[in-house]
């Protein structure tokens, strides 16, 4: 018998335990990533013109993406991707700004995430905020047939900083710039900053926009907002919104959007990417992983300690 190898063996198992338990309980899959890092921009469109300051498909600088004029927005496309119970698919973009914000003003700059629908995808610039101007391939419905959710950050005074809002199909086309109607159904939610409290976003600074969207069951998404990074005055921020829906639930997603509602100065991204994070395994699961793992140990040790059977052990001889 070697007892040093079973030993090991054993302990070898026993470590790994925790390591396998914790792999079961998330993993986490890219779904879509830029970081601006190539000299050709591909698969972002702009509701705009084309500028050297709007996102397009022959836009050559490798700053970032900026959005630089009031409504205007922004639209990438990954594969589909499904949310299931206990799932988690976020979409997060980092940005800077070209100067303060005005508190004065509007400055909402909003994230969200669709499913495009029977209308497809658009893939032309200066398809226009409804998405039906003449050259886009969407037709005279535009985006009519989108849904999903968007959360919007306000950086004036006297207004909530983050607010969720659901997209259902309607009558409207707008996509992610303009409120009204089942375009916007709003989501209650609470809020970590409310009215009376203002941010001002300055240069030489990078903030970071994630929206996420986890099924607790199936008849409930939670929604979640999140801001951070640091303002004019140099203080750190870090705000959040969280709500739920329980009605026409979406929970299949194509499409980015990206929005300037109003503004004053340019919007830079530096990186967009959305993950899927897959469900968590119940407890009873878990233990389960946790027992077979222990009994295999327990086995091998066994093995190795008892006597083959027919064959009894003598004590050694002595001189």
């Known amino acids: 018998m070697n007892i040093h190898k079973t030993t090991t063996v054993s302990a070898i198992l026993l470590a790994t335990l925790p390591a396998l338990v914790c792999h079961a309980m998330a993993q986490t899959t890219p779904v879509f990533a830029d970081d601006f890092s190539a000299a050709t921009r591909t698969g972002w469109y702009s509701s705009g013109a084309v500028t050297g300051d709007t996102p397009t498909l022959s836009w050559t600088q490798n700053t970032g993406l900026t959005l630089n004029a009031a409504s205007v927005h922004a639209v990438s496309y990954f594969d589909p991707a499904t949310v299931g119970v206990g799932e988690t698919l976020s979409v997060t973009m980092k940005f800077n700004v070209s100067g303060d914000t005005d508190v004065a003003s509007g400055n909402f700059f909003r994230l969200g995430l669709y499913n495009a629908g029977a209308n497809g995808h658009v893939n032309v610039d200066d398809h226009g905020t409804n998405g039906n101007k003449a050259g886009s391939n969407l037709g005279a419905d ?26 259902r199909t309607s009558a409207s086309n707008t996509l992610i710039i303009n409120d009204g109607g089942n375009l916007t159904t709003p989501i209650s939610s609470t809020n970590a900053n409310t009215a009376g409290t203002s941010i001002v976003l300055t240069t030489n600074q990078t903030y970071t926009f994630t929206l996420s969207l986890h099924p607790e069951d199936a008849g409930n998404l939670l929604i979640s907002a999140r801001i951070t990074g640091i303002d004019k005055d140099g203080n750190a921020f870090d705000y959040t919104a969280t709500g739920s829906d329980t009605a026409s639930i979406v929970s299949t997603f194509d499409t980015i959007a990206i929005g300037l509602a109003s503004g004053t100065v340019q919007y830079t991204l530096n990186d967009v990417s959305v993950v899927h994070t897959t469900a968590v395994p119940e407890p009873a699961t878990i233990a389960a992983i946790s027992g077979l793992l222990v009994f295999a140990a327990a086995a091998l040790i066994r093995r190795h300690t008892l006597p083959t059977p027919g064959k009894l052990r003598t004590p050694a001889s002595r001189p």
């Open 142 to 167: 535009g985006f009519i047939s989108y849904t999903g959710y968007r959360a919007t950050a306000r950086f004036n005074t006297g207004s909530t900083q983050l607010v969720l809002n659901e997209r």
